[in-house]
């Protein structure tokens, strides 16, 4: 235990020494626990591409990152994002975090909110990624569209009529379709009353959700069918939703404070491309993107685009590039970061390779950085980068191991060789086939990353870990 104090005070100081003036190690973040990634940070790069009138944003945002008030983070992205560690990390490190920002009707498998805490009966959820085949039963199909994130949850049919003719006579309805919040204890997040917005529609201009409180409750009604409307209320936590109609659909949810809101939020879908967006609604996506200015905003996509064999890198861009354009239109005084992917492996033949696209895609998106004069951080850079040093080491390791083997082979006959090839373990057997090659082999080894495409938790907190650094040594260095 002492050896270890020893290590994370000597990790403090080497930190401060690296120009990074207020770079505190969080007890409840991943470096603290595992100090001995700190030679990793040493690697992190952020690419500045800024022009002048970026970098005068830069320096409005290093202000309030530096006082940590009324500083709001909104992180695009893919499976990467999707499963909250970085967002996590991110409110971990900063640490005073008091409101959640946008956040799902409910959380689709394999995806999850580290803040917000889900439980739901007769519900289901639809998102933007599902073929239409997938859709057919689905009543007014033809209006189906999907607002910002492309996530919906409507009730089963059949399970909402008790719940609608209740509504009527009781605020305390029970219900066989409902879904239920409540802040994350272990978020740290204090259970102040909420401005909420709630996204939702409905078919019919009869009641849609009955919403409720510990103090209070609401009748959501549509002022138009079948068209996304925003709802704002004040709530404290948990909040109960009942369906009160077949055919109502819930979008999301705002949670957020009148002033000095700190806000590190997430909106990634498993398995979508960089030009996901071009599927959310253009009307209600424009009204949430207009509910809250955020200073910093996070785009994490191109893990999916290289999973095809044809990339068109002009369309790529553009329609990157569009998007950002649009997201600039609501948040002038912002700073964006785009994040390119890791290496992108998929199985071929019962083993794990490159894909073919997996360097165009990289490269366009650091060509995009540069069009866009955004902040880049390259995360197959961080992972070359950071285990360069222990590759090389390991590769010397095998080349000895070589020519040991080599001289100990050579050394005997070649009868006695056979005959002890045989006796050669299996194990050893299998660490030559699986001999580590690459950057992303030690990461495997260290488990931080998986096989395919996506890292472990651990890697992903290392990550964030590492872009946080970077970013407040971007800050702290900007005058």
Same mark, same amino acid.
């Given at each position: 235990?002492?050896?270890? *104090? ?6 403090i ?24 990634y700190?030679?990793?940070l040493e ?18 945002v +290093? ?37 959640l !920002? ?8 394999s ?5 917000l805490?889900y439980? +739901?009966k007769?519900?289901n ?12 039963n ?10 910002? !994130? ?10 909402i ?11 305390? =309805?029970?219900? @066989?379709?409902?879904?239920k ?44 069918i079948?068209?996304?409307?925003m709802?704002?209320l004040e ?15 819930? !979008?999301?949810?705002f ?15 498993? !398995? ?10 253009k009307?209600?996506l ?37 998007f ?6 609501? @948040? ?22 490159e ?7 990289n490269?366009?998106?650091i060509? %995009?950085?540069?069009?866009?004069? =955004?902040l ?7 992972i ?11 590769l ?6 070589? +020519?040991?083997?080599? *001289?100990?082979?050579?050394?005997k006959? =070649?009868?006695?060789?056979?005959k ?22 030690i ?12 890292? =472990?938790?651990q890697?992903?907190? %290392? ?9 407040n040594? *971007? ?5």
């Open positions: 235990m002492a050896i270890r *104090k020893i290590f994370l005070v000597f990790l100081l080497s930190l401060n020494a690296l120009n990074c003036e207020s770079f505190k190690v969080q007890e409840n973040s991943f470096l603290y626990k595992n100090p001995q700190k030679s990793y690697k992190a790069i952020l690419h500045d591409f800024s022009d002048k009138r970026n970098k005068e944003i830069l320096k409005k +290093a202000t309030k990152w530096k006082s940590k008030k009324n500083l709001k983070i909104r992180i695009f992205g893919d499976s990467h994002i999707a499963s909250d560690f970085i967002a996590n990390e991110f409110r971990n490190l900063l640490g005073n975090i008091n409101a !920002g946008f956040t799902y009707p409910l959380q689709p498998i995806h999850q909110s580290l803040i805490n439980e +739901a007769n519900f959820i639809l998102d933007v990624r599902m073929p239409l085949s997938q859709l057919k689905l009543p007014n199909l033809e209006m189906l569209n999907f607002p910002l !994130g492309g996530v919906i949850a409507y009730p089963k049919i059949n399970e009529n008790e719940a609608a003719k209740s509504a009527k006579s009781s605020k305390n =309805t029970e219900s @066989n379709s409902f879904i919040l409540d802040i994350n204890p272990k978020s740290n997040i204090k259970n102040d009353t909420f401005i909420t917005q709630i996204i939702y529609k409905n078919d019919s201009k009869n009641p849609a959700f009955l919403v409720q409180d510990s103090k209070n409750s609401f009748i959501l009604q549509t002022k138009e079948n068209k996304w409307e709802q704002l709530l404290n936590f948990p909040i109960n939703i009942t369906a009160l109609s077949e055919n109502a659909m819930l !979008g999301g949810y949670f957020y404070k009148n002033n000095d809101n700190n806000i590190v939020e997430s909106i990634g879908l498993n !398995g979508v491309r960089s030009d996901i967006w071009l599927k959310w609604d009307e209600i424009k009204s949430e993107l207009d509910i809250l200015d955020y200073d910093i905003i996070i785009l994490s996509y191109g893990s999916n685009d290289a999973m095809y064999d044809v990339f068109n890198e002009e369309k790529f861009i553009k329609n990157y590039a569009d950002i354009a649009l997201l600039r239109e609501y @948040n002038k005084e912002c700073v964006f970061i785009l994040v390119a992917p890791p290496p992108v492996l998929k199985m071929e033949k019962k083993k794990y390779v894909t073919r696209n997996n360097k165009a895609v490269a366009a998106v060509k %995009l950085a540069r069009k866009e004069h =955004t880049l951080f390259n995360m197959s850079e961080f070359e980068s950071s285990a360069k040093d222990e590759l090389d080491k390991e010397e390791k095998q080349e000895q191991n070589k +020519a040991k083997n080599s *001289k100990n082979t050579n050394s006959s =070649t009868k006695n060789t056979a002890n090839a045989k006796n050669v373990p299996v194990g050893n057997k299998n660490a030559m086939q699986d001999s580590i090659k690459t950057t992303k082999d990461w495997i080894k260290n488990n931080l990353s998986k096989k395919d495409v996506h890292l =472990t938790p890697g992903y907190y %290392l990550t964030a870990d590492a872009l946080f650094y970077s970013l040594q *971007k800050f702290f260095d900007t005058k």
